[in-house]
């Protein structure tokens, strides 16, 4: 059985920063691709970045150039750095592995961006 954890939301200030984890166990060696997602009140989960295992990645507009997603595989490990933190950046944030024809996910963090 594959699963994923996600841990290090919160509650931060605006332009503040978080950094999420997600931790993978189970029988998948190595995902073809990682990402993050998330998924504020009313509103459909969306992507906010992806890294392959080549280590390309691509990230939503919104977010470009204050978030930064990195794995390690080795430990089968998936990370994102959040800086310069937004008010709408606030929601539920995903960890998501594929593999194989096959997409799985955490259950979800909260990250509050509020004063």
């Known amino acids: 059985q594959v699963q994923l954890v996600e841990s290090g939301g919160g509650l931060v200030q605006p332009g503040g920063s978080l950094r999420l984890s997600c931790a993978t166990s189970?029988?998948?060696?190595?995902?073809?691709?990682m990402g993050w997602y998330r998924q504020a009140p009313g509103k459909q989960r969306e992507l906010v970045a992806y890294?392959?295992?080549?280590?390309?990645?691509n990230y939503a507009d919104s977010v470009k150039g204050r978030f930064t997603i990195s794995r390690d595989n080795a430990k089968n490990t998936l990370s994102l750095q959040m800086n310069s933190l937004k008010p709408e950046d606030t929601a539920v944030y995903y960890c998501?592995?594929?593999?194989?024809?096959?997409?799985?996910w955490g259950q979800g963090t909260q990250v509050t961006v509020s004063s």
């Open positions: 189970g029988s998948i060696f190595s995902f073809d691709v």
């Open positions: 998501n592995g594929y593999f194989s024809g096959t997409t799985y």
């Open positions: 890294i392959t295992g080549g280590s390309n990645t």
